[in-house]
């Protein structure tokens, strides 16, 4: 199976390495707009060759769409427009509904299969990649009517590669779930890291003062602001409505504050610590060895 991958960062990279671990494909080619990420990805094994963009779409069985979510509406359809037939196309994008929409009447449609691979970290390029970066993460799928049985099967046989566990949403629901739980905590450390940037002119101070609690805090304002920014612009009505949300509380908690409401403050931190039975649910799932028949059990439930 020849496979390419566009956009040879942290997610196309680590796609790339755990398929070329897996003996999925023997044939992976690569590219980015970016010269020397080329050059690093060929250096670091993440694929085995770069080409002209062109040649690369023309000749591969798969392809593999990880670039921003801005550049990704605009190329799915030139795409579509020159790969072969029987070629199955997937992109990784963290919005859906405008990628699903940028192609919705195009004739080559149920070759494509909108997904959402949710994993990464806050470091980017390809130097970032690395082996088992979606072990045991969720993979989400939009309009599975609308892609071919083939372009599925094909596409599940990648994420089972994968070690991820699919399910499948509606673009616009996986937009709003995905606001609450990704989108609106970037924002939250993007601006919880100006703020403390604001305030704190000489950074001598933040660095002699910072402990775990601002380090883990701020660590997704490391992120992207290239893959970032469209992400919230494409997202910005479902993420407008979190952040509303996230205001409303920072505003009570604030009024509540400035009145040394002691008890209100004490209320409102242990109705927030019943996150720890959530997140102590999703580390023991992921925790959990992931073998294939589960996940073909989730794909075609």
């Not at 449609?109 to 949710?118: E, G, K, L, N, Y």
């Not at 609308?146 to 599925?152: A, I, M, T």
């Not at 673009?171 to 995905?178: A, L, N, R, T």
């Amino acid at each position: 199976m020849k496979v390419t991958i566009v956009g040879l960062g942290l997610i196309g990279g680590s796609i790339g390495l755990d398929l070329r671990k897996a003996g999925l494909t023997s044939d992976l080619t690569g590219v980015d707009l970016h010269e020397d990420h080329g050059r690093k990805a060929v250096e670091l094994g993440l694929v085995d060759k770069i080409e002209q963009e062109d040649k690369a779409l023309a000749e591969a069985d798969v392809v593999i769409l990880a670039i921003p979510v801005n550049t990704m509406s605009a190329l799915l359809p030139q795409v579509l427009d020159v790969i072969k037939k029987g070629a199955v196309v997937i992109d990784t994008g963290s919005t859906k509904s405008l990628i699903c929409r940028s192609v919705s009447n195009h004739a080559n449609r149920q070759q494509f299969v909108a997904a959402h691979p949710i994993a990464g970290t806050e470091n980017s390029g390809p130097e970032a990649a690395f082996i088992g970066l979606f072990t045991n993460k969720t993979n989400i799928i939009c309009e599975r009517e609308k892609s071919s049985e083939h372009s599925l099967e094909v596409a599940s046989k990648i994420f089972d590669t994968l070690g991820m566990k699919t399910i499948f949403m509606e673009p616009e629901e996986h937009d709003k779930h995905i606001a609450y739980v990704s989108h609106l905590s970037h924002v939250s450390s993007f601006l919880l890291g100006q703020t403390v940037l604001d305030i704190e002119k000489d950074e001598k101070n933040i660095f002699n003062l910072a402990g775990s609690g601002l380090t883990s805090t701020v660590r997704l304002a490391k992120s992207s602001p290239d893959m970032w920014a469209p992400i919230f612009e494409q997202n910005a009505e479902y993420l407008g409505q979190a952040m509303a949300e996230y205001i409303m509380h920072l505003q009570r908690f604030h009024y509540q504050l400035m009145k040394r409401n002691t008890k209100e403050i004490y209320n409102v931190l242990k109705e927030a610590n019943k996150i720890r039975k959530v997140l102590d649910r999703q580390e023991m799932n992921s925790s959990t060895p992931h073998t294939e028949s589960k996940e073909k059990t989730t794909i075609q439930s």
